[in-house]
């Protein structure tokens, strides 16, 4: 009998490399929903409007938006742009902040990590601290580029599990240590979401859906990084990839009963 792995859509950055507009993602972020996870990565183009999104949700199992060197752009939340030099990718905004209402509308699980989990919270109607390094009360959550990239990838800060929560079942622990790798972060959350760990600042590393109808969770840290590795981004790849399975079979029971009414 052949294996069956969902499927599963990857943001990607659109990117200029050597003159050409590319749809980018690093390889950090596909190879755990393969190897973690057991879903198989889907790169998903940047399309913004030209993406046809039920056709997508219709297609796979699960979505997974990526970190990103850009952030979005400040005017999706109701705020001015504090610094002309802050890298920003309109293609990709333009994409994911729809897709994430409508697969949440669907019940498609969605996991978010860094850019991602800034995106999710805007598209629900949350804002964003542009700079945290300036904002008062709170630490400096970038990362040294003076440093190597492991050094810089390396624990920066614990993180404490709301009790109780989601993650902190999943995660098996109430507290554990994370790198930090982002500029900016969450200033007011979203309604709908509901915060499941917090930095020593106070500052939101992670959340969840308080009603979606499939899974929802997204991290501000980077556990995509050496994943195999830790058993915290391990038991989260793993959460994931369950969800996308209870989805793929969900959709599988759903074609089969036209037919077994038929018969």
Partial sequence: MKTVLPLVAVSTDLKNLAGHPTYAVAQKYADPILELAGCLPLLLPSFGDRL???????????????????????????????????????????????????????????????????????????TLLQEVHNTAGYADHREDETESIADQYGPAHPVTAVPGSLLERVVGA?????????????????????AQAHAPDGLIEAYVHRKAPGFLLAVQWHPEWQAARNPVSRAIFAAFGDACREHANRNRERLRQPESKAA
């Fill in 174 to 194: 109430s507290t554990w240590n994370v790198n930090s790798l982002h500029g900016q972060g969450i200033k007011t959350l979203a309604p709908d979401l509901l």
């Fill in 52 to 126: 046809p999104v039920e056709a997508l949700l219709d297609t796979v199992h699960g979505l997974l938006f990526t970190g990103s060197p850009s952030n979005i752009e400040p005017h999706h939340y109701g705020a001015t742009l504090d610094n002309p030099a802050s890298p920003a990718d309109p293609a990709r905004d333009a994409t994911t902040l729809p897709l994430i209402r409508a697969a949440i509308a669907r019940g498609v699980p969605v996991f978010g990590i860094c850019r991602g989990f800034q995106e999710i919270n805007v598209a629900l109607g949350g």
